[in-house]
């Protein structure tokens, strides 16, 4: 009996034996076909994508087809009861289709002949998903990260001083909203990934902003003058422009204003010590050349061209001595119907609405073009979220008290004037100063990346456009500097 069962063991052994020898002859036979083969292993997929048994070309039409039918063009954000669209060609984001295929393709191919057995028995028995590597522009996801934080309706207003008539005007500023930005470019990274953001919408992930803390001494600082009088001369030109003494009482000013945060505004007397001579005496003569104008044409509604008038006169006459720094904010100081300022048509919040000042990102838009035809250097600006009607895409700017400013720097070696008028229906600013020998034609260039259809009957395309500083001497361009990628959104 136990011979029987020794026999009938024995017989089972060499069948199991034979069995696997059949077996690993086939998958070698297998293998050696697929080696002299440029078909990817069976058993392997693509985001999902079955590329069994294709060849490199063929497996890249098939997800590149996939992925276009299945991957949206932009991205939507929600905060609170406001939506934003991001364009996916904005951020450059696409997937490694390439190296996804080459990865697949190298299985069974690039290890030692035990391994590449290995692998392909393990790929065709249990399969495998190969996840593209998403590639995007780092830089350009931050900076849409940072203007939409800046679009949200909901934005911390900063403590900011101005000075109005004799008065120091000191603001205290408001909490607002900040976006959290790893958070949220995780959640867009993420959703790109796995594509799921097509038929998705984003809530912006915020946490809750705090104005900084009132640094008086520093507002002293900058508010103090020494009194001096203007003078200038032709041999060479050069001119120094008088200085008002300007003064106030510092310890009243820290006694008074405590809180931050609170929407508060506070006045308190300054004390001037006039000049006898002035640059206005001295007429143009101390500004003999026309560094660069811009024009722009504006609808004649009443209360609009109140608001234009007003804010062109708060920076006509301004000047700006080499290295000075000019602010719209601090030189235009808030709009409020107090100063003058009517309602009219503004963008706020994703939208067009009526707001108190409308209308003066006009004068700003008219100001940033003339500055970059004088050849000065721009340090703050932002386009609108809306095309606005009186500028092509990417040459506007826009501001907003409290929150966005338009600022640039006289970056030249003489000192430059400011002259801005409204009238006829013709917003106007000109820049004066001194030509140097080598003077440059300056110009601002743009390229329409993309164009969205508008949304509502009458209403305006959206655009992705990239603007250019192009110097040029002689016709020739010697120079040409990207400024900015601004998306303006379609309605």
């Known amino acids: 009996m136990d011979k029987i069962k020794n026999n009938v063991m024995l017989i089972f052994v060499i069948l199991i034996a034979v069995f696997l020898g059949i077996f690993i002859a086939g998958i070698v036979v297998f293998y050696i076909s697929f080696q002299n083969s440029n078909e990817i292993i069976p058993g392997t997929f693509i985001k999902g994508v079955n590329v069994s048994g294709m060849t490199k070309k063929e497996a890249t ?10 991957m949206s063009d932009h991205l939507v954000f929600k905060y609170s009861n406001y939506e934003y669209d991001v364009e996916i060609e904005q951020i450059e984001a696409k997937f490694d289709i ?21 692998d392909y028995i393990s790929v065709i028995m249990n399969k495998i998903d190969i996840d593209p590597v998403l590639k ?32 120091l005007v000191i603001t205290t500023g408001t909490t607002g909203a900040g976006i959290k930005k790893d958070a949220l470019k995780k959640l ?75 929407n508060e505004e506070f006045r308190f007397d300054l004390v ?59 030189v235009v100081g808030p709009r409020t119907t107090a100063k003058g300022y009517k309602n009219a048509a503004i963008y706020s919040d994703g939208t067009v609405t009526d707001g108190v000042g409308g209308g003066i990102c006009q004068i700003v838009t008219t100001l940033y073009n003339a500055v ?30 409290g929150s966005q400013d338009f600022k640039f720097e006289n970056s030249r070696n003489y ?11 013709v917003a106007k600013v000109s820049i004066y100063g001194l030509k140097t020998d080598n003077e440059y034609d300056v110009s601002i260039e743009t390229n329409i990346i993309k164009t969205m259809p508008c949304k509502t009957s009458g209403g ?31 309605h």
């Not at 830089?139 to 403590?159: G, H, K, T």
């Not at 009243?252 to 405590?258: Q, S």
């Open 98 to 118: 390439d190296g996804a295929i080459d990865s697949a393709y190298e299985i069974g191919r690039s290890k030692n002949w035990f391994q590449n057995i290995k």
């Open 272 to 330: 001037y010590t006039k000049p006898e001579v002035t640059v206005d005496d001295f007429g143009m003569d101390a500004f003999p050349n026309l560094l660069g104008t811009f024009a722009t044409n504006y609808v004649n509604n009443k209360d609009r061209t109140t608001n234009l008038i007003l804010a062109s006169n708060k920076i006509n006459g301004v000047v700006l001595m080499p290295g000075e720094t000019f602010s719209f904010n601090s």
């Open 188 to 262: 867009v990274l993420d959703s790109m990934q796995d594509i799921s953001y097509s038929n998705a919408i984003f809530v912006i992930p915020t946490y809750v902003t705090y104005p900084d803390n009132i640094d008086i001494d520093k507002i002293h600082s900058e508010v103090y003058r020494e009194m001096s009088n203007a003078y200038y001369t032709k041999e060479p030109y050069a001119i120094y422009v008088e200085q008002t003494g300007v003064d106030f009482d510092v310890n009243n000013v820290k006694n008074t204003v405590t809180q931050v945060g609170t």
């Open 372 to 401: 970059v035809r004088a050849d000065l250097n721009v340090t703050v600006r932002r386009n609108h979220s809306f095309l606005p009607s009186y500028s092509e895409p990417g040459r506007d700017a826009t501001v907003v008290y």
């Open 136 to 167: 995007y522009n780092e830089q350009a996801l931050n900076d849409y990260i940072d203007f939409l934080e800046v679009s949200l309706p909901d934005q911390v207003q900063q403590p900011a001083y101005y000075i109005e008539d004799d008065n």
């Open 415 to 425: 000192p430059i004037k400011i002259v801005s008028s409204v009238s006829g229906g």
């Open 460 to 490: 305006s395309n959206g655009y992705v456009v990239d603007s250019f500083r192009v110097w040029k001497q002689n016709g020739q361009v010697v120079k040409r500097e990207k400024i900015a990628r601004d998306t303006y959104s379609a």
């Open 61 to 70: 039409d098939v997800v590149s087809k996939y992925l276009d039918e299945n």
